[in-house]
């Protein structure tokens, strides 16, 4: 069971987006998926039609009930919807190991965190094998690219990690030059850059508000077969360790 933390410092660089069509592209190609909407403001949850219903995580990190991961509209990938309680959530101990290990067995867990530091967020970042970070390809994106992977390496010096640039727009000269400072932050800070880009795409936009995976809303659009090949590419990494 790989556990893998979508994180970033920075709002609005495409987590939510990212964990909901790389998870529903990995389902696609047939390993099986747990979503778990890490945020308050349950954006994942929205996107999937399934926001409001139980059990959330908060109940899942309580653990309080017993938690079924919900099914979602997408064979084999299923969801543990967010929870506004999350924003208050506050531990003095470990609440992740337990829940972990209460959860059913899936191939890949991808953990939606909010930005900032919530305690949710910290403790999904403790308790994955790698972590995904999400950028916007502009140079002052890169800001908070550079601070995430800093903290993640304060607390744990060899985690894996890997960069994905979402919303990139190919013809802007703001994009070439964030895309070199990239690929020098990914030498000195050891993490890998994926190949594949994200494009900006409106039928991503579009597809969260319709409550559907931009692979069943608009299968032929840049971004779906974007988040494809981002599948594609990353398990490749993920299987070599
Ligand atoms: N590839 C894309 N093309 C166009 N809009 C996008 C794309 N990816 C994300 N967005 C939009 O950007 C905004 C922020 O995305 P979101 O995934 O919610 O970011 P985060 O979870 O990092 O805060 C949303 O309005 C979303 O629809
Ligand atoms: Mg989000």
């Known amino acids: 069971m790989l556990k893998i933390a979508v994180f970033n410092f920075k709002g609005g660089t495409a987590k939510t987006t990212t964990t909901l069509n790389l998870g529903a592209s990995l389902a696609d190609s047939g390993y099986t998926v747990l979503l778990i ?141 964030a895309d070199d400072l990239l690929i020098e932050a990914s030498v000195e800070s050891d993490f890998r850059l994926l190949h594949t880009t994200i494009p900006e795409n409106i039928a991503v936009a579009e597809s969260i508000a319709q409550q559907l995976p931009a692979i069943t809303y608009a299968p032929n659009s840049s971004g779906a077969k974007a988040y494809k090949s981002m599948a594609k590419e990353i398990t490749k990494y993920w299987e070599k360790g």
């Open 37 to 177: 909407d890490l945020d308050g403001q349950r954006t994942l949850s929205f996107g999937l039609g399934l926001d409001g219903e139980q059990p959330t995580a908060l109940d899942w990190l309580k653990g309080k009930k017993s938690v079924t991961p919900l099914q979602t509209s997408v064979e084999n990938l299923f969801l543990i919807p967010g929870d506004i309680g999350l924003f208050r959530l506050d531990a003095n101990k470990d609440i992740f190991v337990p829940a972990l290990k209460k959860l059913p067995k899936v191939d890949i867990i991808l953990m939606d965190c909010s930005p900032g530091l919530s305690t949710a967020s910290v403790q999904a970042i403790l308790n994955s094998d790698r972590v995904l970070i999400p950028t916007l390809c502009e140079p002052a994106s890169l800001k908070g690219l550079a601070e995430a992977v800093d903290l993640i390496r304060n607390e744990r010096a060899d985690m894996p990690i890997e960069v994905v640039r979402t919303r990139y727009k190919t013809r802007l000269l703001l994009t070439k030059e």
